[in-house]
C-alpha cells in the first residue's frame, strides 16, 4: 500500500472515528455534571448496563457454541432449516423484538387472552437481560462456527485415533481452540449490550429498570437540566470506558489463551 493510499485511509478514519470521539469526550470534560448525574441515578442505571450486558453476553456465547457445535459438528437432519429459524433474531431490530414479546407474554397478551393467566410479566432486569440474550446469540454463533470451520480436523482426528470418545474430544481440543473466538463473541456481545437502547427503553424502563442509554434519551428529552449536551456526553464518556474495558478484557484472555 502506497503512502498517500494510507495517509487517505488513516485521514478518513480519523475522520469518521476519533474526531466524533474526541468531541463527545471534549463535551463531557466541559464541565463536572458528576455530582449531578450521581443524584439522578448514574451509579445504579450503570450497575444495570453491566449487569445486563454482561449476564446476557455469557448467555449469547453459551447458546451460540452450543448452536455451532449442533449444526456444524453434527450430523442433525434437518440443520439448514433450524439454523435459519434459530437465527431469525438477527433479521428482527431489538425494539421490535421487544414489542413482539410484550404483547405475548404480559398482562392482556396473547397468552393471557388464550390460557386466561399471564406466564411472566417480564418488565424490569430480567426481562431485559432475556431479550439481549435472544438478540445477541446468532451474533456468538457466526463467530464461533467461523472458528470451528478453521480447526484443522487433523488435530479431533487424532484425538478418535488415540482412543478419546467424541465428547473428550471436543472438551480436550475443540474447546480450548476455540477459545479466544468465544472471547471475541463475549466482547462483541456485551459491547452491543451496553449501547442497546430498544430493549431497555421498551422493557426496562416501565418497571423502573433504567440503564445508561435510557438515562442519556432521559436527560434529552426532559429537559431537567441546563445543559443537556454537556451532560449526556458524561455518561458518554462512562459507555466509551465500559466498551474499552470489554475489550482489554478480550485481550487479556485472548493472550493467554495464546499463550
Do not use: C
Given at each position: 500500500?502506497?503512502?498517500?493510499?494510507?495517509?487517505?485511509?488513516?485521514?478518513?478514519?480519523?475522520?469518521?472515528?476519533?474526531?466524533p470521539?474526541?468531541?463527545?469526550?471534549?463535551?463531557?470534560?466541559?464541565?463536572?455534571?458528576?455530582?449531578?448525574?450521581?443524584?439522578?441515578?448514574?451509579?445504579?442505571?450503570?450497575?444495570?448496563?453491566?449487569?445486563?450486558?454482561?449476564?446476557?453476553?455469557?448467555?449469547?456465547?453459551?447458546?451460540?457454541?452450543?448452536?455451532?457445535?449442533?449444526?456444524?459438528?453434527?450430523?442433525?437432519?434437518?440443520?439448514?432449516?433450524l439454523?435459519l429459524?434459530?437465527?431469525?433474531p438477527?433479521?428482527?431490530?431489538?425494539?421490535?423484538?421487544?414489542?413482539?414479546?410484550?404483547?405475548?407474554?404480559?398482562?392482556?397478551?396473547?397468552?393471557?387472552?388464550?390460557?386466561?393467566?399471564?406466564?411472566?410479566?417480564?418488565?424490569?432486569?430480567?426481562?431485559?437481560?432475556?431479550?439481549?440474550?435472544?438478540?445477541?446469540?446468532?451474533?456468538?454463533?457466526?463467530?464461533?462456527?467461523?472458528?470451528?470451520?478453521?480447526?484443522?480436523?487433523?488435530?479431533?482426528?487424532a484425538?478418535?485415533?488415540?482412543?478419546?470418545?467424541?465428547?473428550?474430544?471436543?472438551?480436550?481440543?475443540t474447546?480450548?481452540?476455540?477459545?479466544?473466538?468465544m472471547?471475541?463473541a463475549?466482547?462483541?456481545?456485551?459491547?452491543?449490550?451496553?449501547?442497546?437502547?430498544?430493549?431497555?427503553?421498551?422493557?426496562?424502563?416501565?418497571?423502573?429498570?433504567?440503564?445508561?442509554?435510557?438515562?442519556?434519551?432521559?436527560?434529552?428529552?426532559?429537559g431537567?437540566?441546563?445543559?443537556?449536551?454537556?451532560?449526556?456526553?458524561?455518561i458518554?464518556?462512562?459507555?466509551?470506558?465500559?466498551?474499552?474495558?470489554?475489550?482489554?478484557?478480550?485481550?487479556?484472555?485472548?493472550?493467554?489463551?495464546?499463550?
Amino acid at each position: 500500500m502506497t503512502l498517500p493510499l494510507r495517509l487517505a485511509l488513516w485521514a478518513s478514519l480519523a475522520g469518521v472515528m476519533v474526531v466524533p470521539l474526541a468531541l463527545v469526550i471534549s463535551l463531557g470534560l466541559g464541565a463536572n455534571h458528576l455530582p449531578e448525574l450521581i443524584d439522578q441515578g448514574l451509579l445504579r442505571a450503570t450497575a444495570n448496563s453491566l449487569v445486563s450486558s454482561l449476564l446476557s453476553a455469557i448467555g449469547a456465547v453459551i447458546i451460540g457454541t452450543l448452536m455451532a457445535f449442533l449444526l456444524d459438528r453434527t450430523d442433525l437432519p434437518g440443520r439448514g432449516a433450524l439454523r435459519l429459524l434459530l437465527l431469525t433474531p438477527l433479521f428482527i431490530p431489538p425494539f421490535i423484538g421487544a414489542i413482539a414479546w410484550s404483547g405475548l407474554l404480559t398482562d392482556g397478551g396473547l397468552v393471557d387472552r388464550v390460557l386466561g393467566f399471564s406466564p411472566w410479566n417480564f418488565y424490569g432486569g430480567p426481562g431485559v437481560v432475556f431479550l439481549l440474550t435472544l438478540h445477541a446469540y446468532p451474533m456468538a454463533y457466526f463467530v464461533v462456527a467461523a472458528a470451528l470451520r478453521r480447526i484443522p480436523a487433523e488435530l479431533e482426528e487424532a484425538s478418535r485415533l488415540s482412543g478419546a470418545r467424541p465428547s473428550r474430544t471436543q472438551v480436550d481440543i475443540t474447546l480450548p481452540l476455540i477459545r479466544p473466538a468465544m472471547a471475541a463473541a463475549f466482547t462483541l456481545t456485551f459491547v452491543s449490550g451496553i449501547g442497546d437502547f430498544g430493549i431497555p427503553v421498551i422493557v426496562g424502563l416501565p418497571a423502573g429498570y433504567e440503564t445508561l442509554s435510557t438515562m442519556v434519551y432521559r436527560f434529552l428529552e426532559s429537559g431537567s437540566v441546563a445543559s443537556p449536551l454537556q451532560t449526556v456526553s458524561q455518561i458518554g464518556v462512562v459507555l466509551l470506558l465500559l466498551g474499552v474495558l470489554g475489550t482489554l478484557l478480550d485481550r487479556q484472555v485472548t493472550k493467554g489463551s495464546v499463550e
